[in-house]
């Protein structure tokens, strides 16, 4: 009898004893689990104050660059309210927030994806010699100003043809049997007149009603 209490007691011991190692690994695994995320989180402090200095490098390297191109006498007669009256070209907004909407380019105008159609300036369709068939940015800043950006080019294909002005006034290139509508723009930026040999853009691969004008070659006289 004495020896089975004492094997009874054994037993207690050596499972109190397990539950505690058990109750310790865990408290060490969850310990070791805070340290990695300590570590992780230094590491992430100290890749940001890189970031930082090399940002401050580069403010630094720009501002060397930029200084002495101004005079200062010019740069302190620039004012902040002239600054912000300027028309930017990149489309930067002086109040509210901007709404940005891609589309087609349908050779005249942008179709968004709502099926509205957004005037699309004829100078700046002919300078960028938009085909039927690109894909435009339209920003629209706070101020109301529209600024168009080419995101998305499709495959041109080059056409040489002959350019025709209809009694409306309208211009066109034939070439080939086939007929497309030019922007006045883009003819008149070119002083092309009915006859003359132009050159146009035109999407490589389907049809489409408008071409962009690439060059005109005038008629001998």
Known sequence: MPNQNKNTDDDLALETDGEAKEYLGEAGAKNSAKDEIVNIAKSKMVLARKLLGNIKENNDRLMELLAGILPDN????????????????????TSGEARVIEGVFDGENMIGPDGKQYSVPANYASKSKLVEGDILKLT??????????????????????????????????????????????????????????????????????????????????
């Open 74 to 93: 010019d740069e302190a007669a620039i004012g902040i309210s002239q600054l912000s009256e300027e028309n930017f070209e990149a489309g930067e907004e």
């Open 140 to 221: 629209i800043t706070g101020t109301g100003t529209f600024v168009y950006k080419q995101i998305g080019p499709i495959e041109r294909a080059r056409v040489v043809g002959v350019l025709e002005r209809a009694a409306t006034g309208e211009y066109f290139a034939m070439a080939d049997g086939k007929r497309w509508r030019l922007l006045t723009a883009s003819v008149t930026y070119y002083k092309g007149e009915a006859g003359d040999e132009v050159v146009i853009l035109v999407p490589k691969n389907g049809e489409s009603k408008w071409a962009a004008v690439e060059n005109v070659v005038r008629k001998s006289e």
